[in-house]
């Protein structure tokens, strides 16, 4: 989780978001449910010093897939020996296994949440299981879900009563619409981000960023930021994978 002035640095930096609400790195489900044990076997507790920072989605058995701003602290980027990430479980303290970090990789044109991706290269191979999936990339070509579809996103964090879950929770948003994503977000490009709409008290927060956003069983974007406070009216933005495709190609090598 960033520490106060971090994220009070982030914030000073941010432009073009609508009507002067602040942005925040973004990452608990507020509302939502309580996962079962198989429900996202893709899902990862990112890790720093072995304590939980945001989501990660495994893309490959080598390869991990969160947002780029997971990774920095003070404005430096974390050393690969200090991130692990829990797999194989929905209980981001117990269960499942830890898995290490040989290399992190930002996007290269990477700035504060601009460009917010990096792949995580493990140090060895994931052993499959029926609770540790690959979680299948949308093509690189394909149309968003028309708007009001709905999207799952799931998170380990902090609960509509303020209380830090220790498990798994799910949430299903709605896709909105160009005009109200640009409404809230005035950086909006529809190529590179979308943003998913919540009832009030719902949706992601700090510390969940990094989380998939999943289209019928495909991930589609990675949680980047919500737009005034968590749970407001405005719609949370993510980043649209579609719109990497060259970068996420070379680094996953296919």
């Known amino acids: 989780m960033y520490k106060l002035g971090a994220l009070l640095l982030l914030l000073a930096g941010l432009a073009g978001l609508a009507m002067a609400n602040e942005a925040t790195p973004q990452g608990r489900i507020l509302g939502g449910e ?3 044990a198989t429900y996202a076997p893709y899902a990862v507790s990112l890790r720093i010093d072995n304590a939980h920072v945001c989501g990660a989605s495994i ?3 080598l390869h991990l897939l969160t947002a780029a701003h997971c990774l920095y602290r003070d404005g430096k980027l974390v050393a690969a020996s200090r991130l692990s990430g829990r797999v194989g479980s929905t ?3 117990a269960g499942g296994r830890i898995v290490t970090v040989a290399a992190v990789t930002p996007h290269p044109d990477y700035n504060q949440l601009s460009n917010n991706l990096a792949i995580i290269t493990l140090a060895s191979p994931l052993a499959l299981t029926d609770r540790i999936q690959v979680i ?3 093509d690189m070509d394909e149309a968003l879900p028309e708007d009001g579809a709905e999207v799952s ?7 509509v009563d303020g209380i830090t879950s220790f498990k798994l929770r799910q949430l299903d948003l709605q896709l909105a619409s160009n005009a109200v994503c640009l409404d809230a977000y005035k950086g909006h490009d529809p190529t590179k981000s979308f943003c998913l709409a919540h009832g009030l008290r719902e949706g992601t927060c700090n510390g969940d960023g990094g989380s998939a956003a999943v289209h019928n069983d495909r991930l589609i974007g990675v949680s980047n930021f919500v737009v005034g406070a968590c749970g407001s009216r405005y719609p949370d933005v993510f980043v649209r994978i579609a719109g990497y495709k060259d970068w996420l190609q070379e ?4």
């Open 34 to 36: 309580e996962a079962s």
């Open 59 to 61: 893309v490959s058995e």
């Open 91 to 93: 209980n981001q303290y």
């Open 136 to 138: 299948e990339l949308v």
């Open 153 to 159: 996103v799931a998170g380990w964090g902090i609960t």
């Open 251 to 254: 680094q996953l090598g296919n």
